[in-house]
C-alpha cells in the first residue's frame, strides 16, 4: 500500500472495469502504438544506422511513456501487472519499458467517496452504520485504498482497506489486454520467459485480491511477533472483513523518509535497522514464507516516547505479497548467505553447483561464468560476512567497533558493476523467478538500510542462524 499521499488531485468518479471498457481503452491504445510505429519507422527510411539507433531508442522511451500513460488512466490490475514488471523485469525487458513503468508507483490519485462507499456498502451491509469513517484516504494503490474509521461503540481505531468493485474479475482479462499490449509496441520479445513471469504474476495477483487469505496471513504475523516490542502487527477484525474488504486496528508511525527518522541518534537507527534485517533472515532460515514487495509503503516507524525505558517499533503493513517458498530454494539462500557469512569461495561454489541440481539457470552456467557468480554472491553478501574472514570490506564501510555502515559502501553499484561481466556470457540467460523475487527483497533491505544509516554487525545479525562449525 502506498504512503499518504497529497490528494490535491480530483478525486476520481468512474473506474473502467467492465470487459468492454477495458478492452475499448485498449484497442484504442494499440491502435495509436501501430500508428506512431509505423510513421517513425517510415521517418527513418533514409537515415544512416547511427541515427536509425538514436531515432529508435528516443522512439522506444517515447513508446513506453505512452503505455504507461494508457495504463494509468485504466488503474486496477492492469496497473499492477505494470508495477510487477517494473520491479522483477529487468532481465528481459528493455530499460526503456521498465524505466517508463516505474513511474506507476507515483500514481495514486484516489477514487471519490461514492464509489468506495459503495463498496463499503456492499461488503458491511448495516454494520457500515457502526463507523465513523473519514472520506478522505489515508493511501492508495493500484487494487485498493485506505480508510480510517472509529468504531462508535468501543471509540476503537481502525482503517478499512477496500477493494475497487470489479478489480478482482478483471484480474486474467486484464494479464490478456496487457500482454496485447507489450506485443504491439514490437520492443519486447515473446519469449518463453515473458509467458512464465505473465503466469506467476497471474497466480500472485489472485492472492492479492483475496483479502481473507490476506488477513490469514497478516494473522500468522502477528502471532510470530506477539511479545517482541520491536514490531507492530495490525491486528485483523475478522467480523468486518471479507474477500475484497480488510478491517484492521489503526497502528500509527511516521514514514522512514521523515525528518524525525533521520534526527535519531546512531545507536536507535542501528537498532530499527537491526530490527528490519532480523526478519528478512527469519525469513529465509525459519518460516520459508516472504514478503516479496520491498515497498516502503508497508513499513512505518512508530518513535519512542520516552526512549531510556521504550523500543522504537517497527509497524509492518500490508501481507498480501507474501509468497511460500520451497525447500530446494530456501537451502540454496541459506546456503549461500552462511557462505557469504565466512566468506568462504569453496562454500559458495558448493552452493551454486547444488543450486543447479534444481534450477537449470545455475546448471547452464559455464565454469567461469560459475567462479564469477561465487565472486558476485560474495561481494553481494558482504554486509553478513564477518570482518575477520573478508579481507576484501573496504576500510571505510566498518567503523571503529567494527559495524557495516550500510550509506557508506556503495554495494549496490559495485554488484551491478560486477554483474555486467557474467551477463555478458553467452551463457547466462534469464534468472528464475524464485531467486529474483529474494534478490529483490535484498535490494530493498539495502536500500532500507542505506536511507535509515544504519550499522549493523555481521555476528550479530547471523548469529542466530549458524555456528563456526559450519565452516
Known amino acids: 500500500m502506498a504512503n499518504p499521499q497529497n490528494y490535491d488531485n480530483q478525486p476520481l468518479e468512474q473506474l473502467k472495469t467492465s470487459a468492454l471498457d477495458r478492452r475499448l481503452s485498449i484497442a484504442k491504445a494499440s491502435l495509436n502504438i501501430g500508428r506512431r510505429w509505423a510513421t517513425n519507422s517510415a521517418f527513418g527510411l533514409f537515415k544512416s544506422k547511427e541515427e536509425k539507433a538514436v531515432q529508435k531508442q528516443a522512439f522506444m522511451r517515447e513508446q513506453a511513456q505512452y503505455l504507461v500513460d494508457e495504463l494509468g488512466k485504466l488503474k486496477g490490475s492492469v496497473v499492477k501487472i505494470g508495477q510487477m514488471l ?12 521498465t524505466e517508463a513503468l516505474q513511474t506507476l508507483n507515483s500514481q495514486t490519485t484516489a477514487f471519490s467517496w461514492s464509489i468506495i462507499e459503495s463498496a463499503l456498502q456492499k461488503e458491511l451491509g448495516d454494520t457500515i452504520h457502526e463507523f465513523d469513517i473519514d472520506h478522505t484516504p489515508i493511501g ?6 485506505v480508510h480510517r474509521a472509529v468504531h462508535k461503540a468501543t471509540g476503537e481505531q481502525v482503517v478499512f482497506k477496500v477493494q475497487y468493485p470489479n478489480i ?8 490478456d489486454l496487457f500482454r496485447q499490449l507489450l506485443k504491439v509496441t514490437n520492443v519486447v520479445p515473446q519469449t518463453r520467459q515473458l509467458d512464465a513471469w505473465f503466469e506467476e504474476i497471474r497466480d500472485l495477483l489472485h492472492h492479492e485480491v483475496n483479502y481473507l487469505l490476506e488477513a490469514d496471513t497478516t494473522e500468522l504475523f502477528f502471532q510470530r511477533f506477539v511479545g517482541d516490542s520491536r514490531y507492530v502487527v495490525p491486528r485483523i477484525l475478522k467480523a468486518y472483513s471479507t474477500d475484497r474488504l480488510l478491517c484492521m486496528t489503526y497502528e500509527n508511525g511516521v514514514s522512514i523518509l521523515d525528518e524525525q527518522v533521520f534526527e535519531l541518534p546512531q545507536e536507535r537507527r542501528n ?14 532460515f525459519e518460516w520459508g514464507d516472504m514478503q516479496t514487495d520491498p515497498n516502503f509503503g ?8 520516552q526512549p531510556e525505558t521504550q523500543l522504537d517499533q517497527l509497524v509492518l503493513l500490508d501481507f498480501g505479497a507474501i509468497r511460500q517458498f520451497d525447500d530446494n530454494l530456501l537451502l540454496i539462500a541459506r546456503n549461500l548467505l552462511l557462505a557469504g557469512f565466512f566468506h568462504d569461495r569453496s562454500k559458495m561454489r558448493q552452493a551454486i553447483e547444488q543450486a543447479g541440481k534444481h534450477f537449470e539457470f545455475f546448471a547452464n552456467l559455464s565454469d567461469s561464468v560459475k567462479n564469477d557468480m561465487v565472486e558476485l554472491c560474495l561481494l553481494a553478501s558482504e554486509p553478513f560476512s564477518l570482518p575477520s574472514r573478508n579481507p576484501t570490506i573496504p576500510p571505510n564501510v566498518l567503523d571503529v567497533h567494527g559495524n557495516y555502515i550500510w550509506a557508506e559502501s ?5 554488484v551491478i558493476k560486477l554483474a555486467s561481466k557474467s551477463a555478458t556470457s553467452k551463457s547466462f540467460s534469464v534468472p528464475p523467478k524464485e531467486l529474483m523475487f529474494i534478490s ?11 536511507v535509515l544509516d544504519a550499522r549493523t554487525k555481521a555476528h550479530d545479525l547471523m548469529a542466530t542462524f549458524t555456528s563456526e562449525d559450519w565452516a
Do not use: W
Not at 517494473?86 to 519499458?97: T, V
Not at 508497508?298 to 516516547?305: E, M, T
Not at 529483490?440 to 542505506?450: L, V
Open 86 to 97: 517494473a520491479l522483477y523485469g529487468e532481465h528481459f525487458l528493455p530499460p526503456e519499458i
Open 140 to 145: 492508495t494503490a493500484s487494487l485498493s485504498q
Open 168 to 175: 478482482a474479475d478483471a484480474v486474467d482479462s486484464d494479464l
Open 271 to 284: 537498532a530499527i535497522g537491526q530490527a528490519s534485517i532480523e526478519i528478512m533472515l527469519r525469513e529465509i
Open 298 to 305: 508497508n513499513y512505518l516507524i512508530r518513535l519512542a516516547q
Open 410 to 414: 556503495d554495494l549496490h553499484n559495485r
Open 440 to 450: 529483490r527483497k535484498f535490494i530493498g533491505a539495502y536500500t532500507f538500510m542505506t
